[in-house]
């Protein structure tokens, strides 16, 4: 059975920068897609982005392109996000999660396993 834990939440700054982790147990990370989403209280879960099972195709949500960029690498069975120029609006609990089939991916539903998330923090 698929596990995921992400790590490297904080609390920063407004123009910091910080790259979450995500690492699976129990599988083979590669047999995945894998996407990123967040959650800020009072607010729906979020889709950020999605990286395709080798890393050939990645997506993003209007809300982050150009300043947070999705990889992985499936020897370590992680998955990244590297977040820069962090605002105010991007504090929230983030979160990864993994799929196995189907074409779409924006959906928080098309997704089978998650992790128990990461927080972070951006603040003056």
């Known amino acids: 059975q698929l596990q995921l834990v992400e790590s490297g939440g904080a609390s920063v700054p407004p123009g910091a920068s910080l790259r979450l982790s995500c690492v699976a147990s129990?599988?083979?990370?590669?047999?995945?897609?894998m996407g990123w989403f967040r959650q800020a209280p009072g607010k729906d879960r979020e889709w950020l982005s999605h990286?395709?099972?080798?890393?050939?195709?990645?997506h993003y949500s209007d809300s982050v392109k150009d300043r947070f960029t999705v990889s992985r690498d499936n020897a370590k069975n992680t998955v990244y996000l590297q977040m820069n120029s962090l605002q105010p609006e991007d504090t929230a609990g983030y979160y990864c999660?993994?799929?196995?089939?189907?074409?779409?991916?924006?959906?928080?539903?098309?997704?089978?396993?998650w992790g128990q998330g990461t927080q972070v923090t951006v603040s003056s």
């Open positions: 990286i395709t099972w080798l890393g050939e195709s990645t």
């Open positions: 129990g599988s083979a990370l590669s047999q995945y897609n």
């Open positions: 999660a993994a799929k196995r089939f189907g074409s779409t991916f924006r959906g928080a539903p098309e997704y089978s396993h």
